[in-house]
């Protein structure tokens, strides 16, 4: 089945489906409780424009406007591979990401956690992973020399 699937909404879990011509399919809707956005993200947040070179001039009026939801969205991401679709949520443990597997119909397959690289907490760049063979490869930076490399995590799902 040839399908695309895209995210629709930023307050529920709701990824639309579509047929290689873009006409909607049907939409997957699931119950997925709301995870608090936090003082943290908050505080991140306003050192990344206090401190960013693209905003910090800009700064002290940003502050002003800057409004956050009372939640993060259920889906920071998804990817299709081989009939499934791995949608990243922002539900975290440590630097672990939860990834929930779904078929194409929606229903679960299983979920686990992954590690992903972070860059800031209001981001313009991808989340750089793939999923390929019931393994993650995601691009994470290195420490001790500024390098990237690419970790593989197998997908062991619950």
């Given at each position: 089945?040839?399908?695309?699937?895209?995210?629709?909404?930023?307050?529920?879990?709701?990824?639309?489906?579509?047929?290689?011509?873009?006409?909607?399919?049907?939409?997957?809707?699931?119950?997925?409780?709301?995870?608090?956005?936090?003082?943290?993200?908050?505080?991140?947040?306003?050192?990344?424009?206090?401190?960013?070179?693209?905003?910090?001039?800009?700064?002290?009026?940003?502050?002003?406007?800057?409004?956050?939801?009372?939640?993060?969205?259920?889906?920071?991401?998804?990817?299709?591979?081989?009939?499934?679709?791995?949608?990243?949520?922002?539900?975290?443990r440590g630097n672990e990401w939860e990834m929930i597997v779904?078929?194409?119909?929606?229903?679960?397959?299983?979920?686990?956690?992954?590690?992903?690289?972070?860059?800031?907490?209001?981001?313009?760049?991808?989340?750089?992973?793939?999923?390929?063979?019931?393994?993650?490869?995601?691009?994470?930076?290195?420490?001790d020399d500024e390098g990237w490399v690419v970790q593989t995590?197998?997908?062991?799902?619950?």
């Open positions: 089945m040839n399908v695309s699937a895209g995210i629709t909404s930023s307050e529920k879990f709701i990824i639309d489906v579509f047929d290689a011509d873009g006409v909607k399919l049907y939409a997957i809707e699931k119950d997925y409780p709301s995870i608090p956005l936090g003082d943290e993200y908050r505080k991140l947040t306003h050192e990344f424009f206090r401190t960013s070179p693209r905003f910090k001039r800009e700064y002290e009026y940003i502050k002003n406007v800057l409004k956050f939801r009372d939640h993060l969205p259920p889906i920071r991401d998804l990817y299709l591979e081989e009939g499934r679709i791995h949608v990243i949520t922002y539900n975290r779904l078929d194409l119909k929606g229903n679960e397959i299983g979920r686990t956690f992954i590690p992903l690289a972070e860059y800031e907490p209001f981001s313009f760049y991808p989340i750089l992973y793939s999923v390929c063979r019931d393994k993650v490869y995601s691009l994470v930076e290195t420490d995590t197998p997908l062991q799902l619950k």
